[in-house]
């Protein structure tokens, strides 16, 4: 009885054997073919890592980000109002007209408060040059002098008038009185007007210094066609932007050698054109008048805004329409 039972039991492990062994390496085969389509799968071609210069970021961000910023930083309520108010070219036009009321907005939309400072101290070092002796300023430097007096007065008249508090500011009705008188005076040569022309560069000193004026005639009230005369205002127009704006934004290197430069003569351009709105200036009612000095203001505010942008091409093309609607302008009104 034991003999059958043990060859029964033989036969029965190698039929075991014969199906196991089958089973065990189907299930090797396919347990082992994700791994296998796996190993087999062609990679994906990445591209190299690009290799990049300090040098290639120039233009692109700015070196020193906080020196971008103007004025104070702003306030809590400020932001929760600044949705309400657009800061563009075309907005800041809309401000533009008679402007007469004290600590009127549109001026600080003109100009700010560091380019009229730099404009009053740089008109100093160019009225040392041009009043020196009585000979040279008969000989032709009372011309010069009469420029740079009527952009004191327009600067003074500016601070006068400003929303904010700047330099100078309680002196400001003072200094445009006595800058506009001399330069009225400079129109022609004189012992008198040259001596009187020195008295204002010692006034000038002061300021710079930090002394307030002080006069026994008190300030005369703000009339702009006292102040910004046609002529030398548009002297001063020309020279900002024949010896300087223009040149500056003539390149990407000239412009970013120069930004505080092309921002300041920007702004200046902008001021004269507001000057020229005020009321009682000649043709300031004129509508086609207005038309082309309105298109001054905002080629330059186009220009200020290029500065912050740091963006030359736009500049360029901003001093190109405002030089073009400035020569329409002269074929007209000249």
């Not at 065990?24 to 071609?45: E, N, W």
């Not at 020229?276 to 220009?303: C, F, N, V």
Request: charged fraction near 25%; proline fraction near 5%.
């Amino acid at each position: 009885m034991r003999v059958p039972s043990l060859a029964r039991a033989i036969l029965g492990l190698r039929m075991n054997r014969r199906v196991r062994f089958p089973l065990l390496m189907m299930t090797i085969v396919f347990v082992s073919l994700p791994a296998i389509g796996q190993q087999i799968r062609r990679k994906p071609m990445r591209a190299a890592a690009p290799q990049l210069k300090p040098e290639a970021f120039e233009g692109v961000f700015f070196a020193d980000v906080q020196k971008q910023l103007v004025g104070p930083p702003p306030t809590a309520g400020a932001i929760a109002d600044s949705g309400n108010h657009s800061s563009s070219a075309t907005s800041s036009l809309n401000s533009t007209g008679n402007s007469n009321d004290t600590g009127s907005n549109v001026w600080k939309e003109r100009i700010s408060g560091q380019s009229i400072e730099d404009l009053v101290k740089e008109g100093k070092g160019r009225l040392d040059t041009f009043i020196t002796t009585p000979a040279k300023f008969s000989g032709g430097s009372y011309k010069d002098a009469r420029r740079e007096f009527t952009l004191l007065a327009i600067l003074f008249a500016t601070i006068e008038q400003f929303p904010e508090k700047i330099r100078w500011q309680s002196s400001a009705s003072l200094a445009r009185a006595k800058f506009a008188r001399i330069a009225a005076n400079t129109k022609i040569a004189s012992t008198p007007t040259f001596n009187e022309a020195k008295q204002r560069m010692e006034d000038l000193a002061s300021l710079l210094k930090g002394s307030a004026l002080s006069d026994s005639v008190p300030a005369t009230e703000l009339i702009w066609s006292d102040v910004a005369d046609r002529v030398p205002s548009m002297q001063i127009l020309e020279w900002s932007f024949r010896e300087h704006l223009n040149r500056y934004v003539a390149s990407e290197a000239e412009f970013k050698s120069h930004s505080e430069d092309v921002l300041k003569y920007a702004e200046l351009i902008g001021l004269i054109g507001e000057t020229l709105h005020q009321s009682g200036m000649p043709d300031a009612e004129d509508s086609e008048y207005k038309s082309w000095s309105s298109k001054m203001i905002q080629e330059a505010t186009r220009i200020t805004e290029a500065v912050k942008l740091n963006n030359p091409s736009m500049a360029r093309e901003a001093a190109g329409q405002m030089d073009q609607s400035c020569n329409a302008c002269h074929n007209t009104f000249r």
